[in-house]
């Protein structure tokens, strides 16, 4: 591919097929997500059973991504993709028979988050290692802020749309979901790049060599670790319907806007990192973002104004943003391309752990604090978390620039 310029991104037609159906799979999953949340709580009326979706999505993720970065190293990455969105396609169609047939429980949709967190497991690690195939290294950075702002595009269509079809009730919602989940299924199988199989046996040592190489560089296991404590303690979304529809008082349409917040402030600041990429002090501006990330969060949790908590919540998704493309051009930038599947396994892990059992996390503590407490606990937290991360990790604080 010629290497004179951004705009050569937008003529590579596999990037773009693949950037299209991350794009359709990634609203779905959101619209999924929204549309399961309600669902439980239209069902159970308990935070408890809103931290367990996330729990049970949780367990079985960390249980299987680091077999599923040795798969990627192993096996076509644009497959695998196209095998956990049809995965998830499924799960649609189950929860449309579910509902129409009234089966739908608290039980299966439990059962149903162990599904989903088995799918991710796999979908995460091969679609973070499949784009440094598409694009040279000179534009990676930007290649992860333009992916990162298609998908935060998504987040901020998807719950929004969830919302808005759930009013006319669930199996809309589902019904829209599988679409979306076989069209990206569909579009990936068409992606052609050279790949280049691991042919290590699956041993032990091989699947924990990811855990290995980032142990031994401080750098990625500060500014992982950053991400991970970070969301664990600052993360609100398992709250989110509690707080719209008993401290905001709005409805399905107001969840999905709350939903949405967080990324429509990330993907603004997506669009600033593509225009203007990070080139000095990132160590500093990486552990400032968290910092930001943390204070917001405490301004949400003791918000009862629907606008000032819409905003607070824009103020976390441009700050996690961040730590986002940050993180992410670092692992593919120092990580060789055999090994990219496991390395990004553990990232994986990383994140899952600070979503899922963030969720959990919160919903916990909640049923214990009541949810404003969780939710300013967790942001005073992540404070704290940024602050001990400048003692805990001098390299990264150092860290100059991606390259």
């Not at 779905?28 to 069902?43: C, E, G, P, S, T």
């Not at 993360?235 to 949405?260: E, S």
């Not at 104004?305 to 919540?313: G, N, Q, V, W």
Request: net charge positive.
């Amino acid at each position: 591919m010629p290497k004179t310029g951004f705009s050569h991104l937008f003529a590579q037609r596999q990037f773009m097929r693949f950037w299209v159906a991350r794009l359709a799979g990634v609203t779905a999953n959101q619209m999924l997500m929204v549309a399961v949340a309600w669902h439980m709580y239209d069902i159970t009326s308990s935070a408890w059973d809103l931290g367990l979706v996330g729990l049970f999505q949780f367990l079985p993720a960390l249980l299987m991504t680091l077999p599923a970065g040795h798969a990627a190293d192993r096996w076509h990455r644009g497959r695998i993709f196209a095998a956990c969105m049809l995965a998830q396609a499924v799960i649609a169609m189950l929860l449309i028979a579910a509902t129409r047939g009234g089966f739908a429980t608290r039980e299966l949709i439990l059962g149903i988050s162990v599904v989903l967190g088995v799918a991710r497991a796999f979908q995460m690690p091969v679609q973070q290692a499949l784009t440094p195939l598409l694009v040279p290294q000179n534009l990676l950075q930007r290649a992860i802020a333009l992916s990162s702002s298609g998908m935060q595009a998504a987040i901020i269509c998807g719950p929004a749309l969830g919302g808005v079809l759930y009013t006319t009730g669930p199996v809309t919602v589902y019904v829209s979901c599988a679409v979306l989940l076989l069209a990206s299924g569909a579009l990936t199988m068409v992606v052609r790049y050279h790949h280049r199989p691991s042919t290590l046996a699956a041993t032990w040592g091989t699947v924990l060599a990811g855990v290995s190489f980032v142990w031994h560089r401080k750098v990625l296991l500060g500014a992982t670790s950053l991400d991970l404590f970070a969301v664990l303690l600052g993360g609100a979304t398992a709250l989110l319907p509690i707080y719209a529809r008993d401290i905001l008082h709005t409805g399905p349409a107001g969840l999905g806007m709350l939903r949405a917040a967080p990324a429509a402030g990330a993907l603004a600041m997506s669009l600033v990192l593509i225009r203007w990429p990070l080139r000095r002090q990132v160590g500093h501006r990486l552990l400032m973002a968290v910092a930001i990330f943390g204070l917001a969060t405490v301004v949400f949790g003791l918000s009862t104004s629907f606008a000032l908590s819409l905003l607070a919540l824009v103020v976390t998704g441009a700050a996690d943003s961040i730590s986002v493309v940050t993180r992410m051009t670092l692992v593919q930038l120092e990580t060789p391309d055999e090994m990219r599947g496991r390395v990004s396994a553990v990232n994986s892990i990383f994140i899952g752990a600070s979503n899922q059992l963030g969720e959990f996390e919160s919903g916990a503590t909640a049923a214990l604090l009541g949810p404003v407490g969780s939710v300013v606990l967790g942001g005073i937290g992540t404070l704290v978390v940024a602050g001990a991360w400048l003692r805990l990790f001098p390299a990264l604080v150092r860290r100059d620039r991606l390259e």
